[in-house]
């Protein structure tokens, strides 16, 4: 593969019966371009938990892949909140999601840590009051 493969995805944050429609659809691409079901297993999950973090916090975002020789790149962009503490907000289960939100079965705490824990490199850029951007890296 000598040009990069891109794959743009718009992450709802109004409607929880959406929730994880991106990372299903990239999880698709993956295995249709024969990736291994490590690989993908990895990059599903940290998808997955970027995109349902999205939703419960920042009202949706954007999710953009790109896929080079040795690496998959995910960059997950909203214009939520911001993280007022990042180190906090890594430790497992420390969440700040409303009780409503935890009714449904989310928001325990174990989104950032598994991002991380499922990728070769994670990086956090946010500011509260304009957004975040988590750029993840899985390696090939």
């Known amino acids: 593969m000598t040009e990069p493969?891109?794959?743009?995805?718009?992450?709802?944050?109004?409607?929880?019966?959406?929730?994880?429609?991106?990372?299903?659809?990239?999880k698709q691409n993956l295995r249709k371009l024969g990736y291994s079901p490590e690989v993908?297993?990895?990059?599903?999950?940290?998808?997955?938990?970027?995109?349902?973090?999205?939703?419960?916090h920042a009202n949706g975002g954007v999710a953009d892949v790109e896929i080079?020789?040795?690496r998959i790149t995910i960059i997950l962009a909203d214009k939520g909140p911001g993280i007022a503490d990042v180190e906090l907000a890594m430790q497992e289960?420390?969440?700040t999601a409303r009780d409503n939100i935890r009714a449904l079965g989310f928001g325990a705490?174990?989104?950032?840590?598994?991002?991380?824990?499922?990728?070769?490199?994670?990086?956090?850029?946010t500011e509260v009051g304009v957004g975040t951007t988590i750029t993840m890296v899985v390696l090939l």
Do not use: C, Q
């Open 109 to 125: 705490g174990m989104g950032l840590p598994n991002m991380k824990k499922y990728t070769d490199d994670m990086k956090i850029d």
């Open 40 to 56: 993908i297993r990895k990059v599903s999950i940290a998808m997955y938990e970027g995109e349902i973090n999205m939703v419960i």
């Open 68 to 70: 080079t020789d040795d």
């Open 93 to 95: 289960g420390f969440s």
């Open 5 to 26: 493969l891109r794959f743009h995805y718009d992450v709802d944050g109004e409607n929880f019966s959406s929730a994880g429609e991106a990372s299903v659809a990239l």
